[in-house]
């Protein structure tokens, strides 16, 4: 994942450990993840449908905790690196390109811990 588009984060309350902490969102052509800076909960996207749409076309509906933020990042379409509509909900996340209007749509796939490691060191 060389690739470089949607590198932000969002300053809330986290809905896993409840501490308002950073939550780190990156986005690239083939995934789209949000992960809690406090307790690394987090919450995996893939992406559904690519395309120049117009505003409000995927609009979330139905959710209690839509972020919507708007960094800088490149457009892979136009090139233009400029402003992106970001929305985060609970089973979406998409972008949307300022300047010519493409579109990344992601759907929620998995979630789990990233503090929480599945190995065990064996003791003693
Ligand atoms: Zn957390
Ligand atoms: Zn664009």
Redesign the pocket.
């Known amino acids: 994942m060389g690739e470089r588009f949607i590198f932000t984060k969002h300053r809330v309350k986290c809905y896993h450990c409840g501490v308002e902490a950073d939550q780190v969102i990156k986005a690239v052509s083939s995934q789209a993840q949000v992960v809690c800076s406090n307790c690394g909960a987090t919450r995996i996207f893939v992406p559904r449908v690519e395309e120049e749409a117009d505003i409000g076309v995927y609009t979330p509906i139905g959710c209690y905790d839509v972020w919507e933020l708007q960094p800088e990042a490149p457009?892979k379409?136009?090139g233009?690196e400029g402003p992106h509509d970001l929305i985060v909900g609970c089973n979406h996340f998409t972008t949307r390109?300022h300047?010519?209007g493409?579109t990344h749509f992601y759907k929620f796939d998995l979630e789990y811990i990233g503090q929480c490691p599945i190995e065990e060191e064996e003791t003693g």
Do not use: T
């Open positions: 457009c379409n136009c233009v390109c300047n010519c493409y």
